[in-house]
Structure formats: C-alpha cells, structure tokens
C-alpha cells in the first residue's frame, strides 16, 4: 500500500469552516491533488463523530449538522480508503503502546491505534502532532511544516 494516513488533526482541515481557515493553502491544494492515495483510519472517523457529538451536548446548532453531512461525505469519498484497527493492528498497537509506556510517555490510545494502523500497512502518518507519533517510532510527517513529494 501506498500513500499516507491522515490523522485527525489533519483530516479536519478538510473540514467546513477550516478551510477558510488554513494558513498555507498549498497544504489545502497538495491533499486536495493527492486524495486516491490518502488514508483515513476508523479511530479518526470515531475522534470527528466523538466531536460531533459534543458540539449537540453544547448545543450548537449551526455547526453539528453542517459536519455531520461533511462527515457522511468524507466517509463517500474515502469509502475502502477508510482503514479499520484489525486485529494486526491491535497487536501493532499493544507493542507501540508497551514500548512507549517504557519510555515514560503516554500519546493517548487515539494516537496509538492510528500509528499502528499506518505502520501494518506501511503508510506514514501526516499529522500535527509529530512529538506523539516519533515517540512511538512511526514515520510521520508534519505537512504543514514540510509537504512530502
């Protein structure tokens, strides 16, 4: 497989409202160019739906069902793009999250399942947050810092 799993983080640039939002639009333009071979994990669907979720608990009106038709969406366009935590991934997962601990550091299970989704299908991660997944000793990198070719 090739390609590149997209953390939540940075699949929500995707979303409305943060695309006005993003400072570099050649991010925007390089994920919008590269989208048959971008990845999307089933924790990250779970993390937006989760976010979802709480914009109803808060009360937001305006923004829940605005995202949760770009979700349903997302969800169109990636379709068998959309990476499940398979039960090779879980015991990536227990490994990462062993040898991680072990260091003395806690990325929070969310990370960990996305990176040990990406490692068993060897897609580095695009992500926000390199520090969680450098700890645990994944290839990942920061798009917005450094566009991958």
């Not at 739906?49 to 808060?58: D, F, P, V, Y």
């Not at 923004?63 to 398979?86: A, N």
């Amino acid at each position: 497989m090739t390609g590149y799993l997209l953390d939540t983080n940075v699949a929500s640039v995707l979303a409305p409202g943060r695309r006005e939002k993003i400072i570099d639009a050649g991010v925007l333009a390089w994920l919008e160019g590269r989208e048959p071979s971008l990845y999307l994990s089933t924790m990250t669907v779970m993390e937006i739906e989760s976010g979802i979720q709480q914009l109803a608990r808060t009360g937001s009106t305006r923004r829940r069902p605005e995202l949760s038709v770009w979700l349903f969406g997302l969800l169109q366009t990636f379709g068998d793009r959309v990476l499940p935590f398979d039960g090779e991934a879980a015991m990536a997962a227990g490994r990462l999250e062993a040898t991680v601990l072990a260091k003395g550091r806690h990325p929070g299970l969310a990370d960990i399942i996305i990176a040990a989704i990406g490692e068993v299908r060897g897609l580095p991660i695009l992500t926000r947050n390199l520090r969680h997944f450098r700890d645990l000793g994944v290839s990942c990198i920061d798009p917005f810092k450094s566009l991958p070719p």
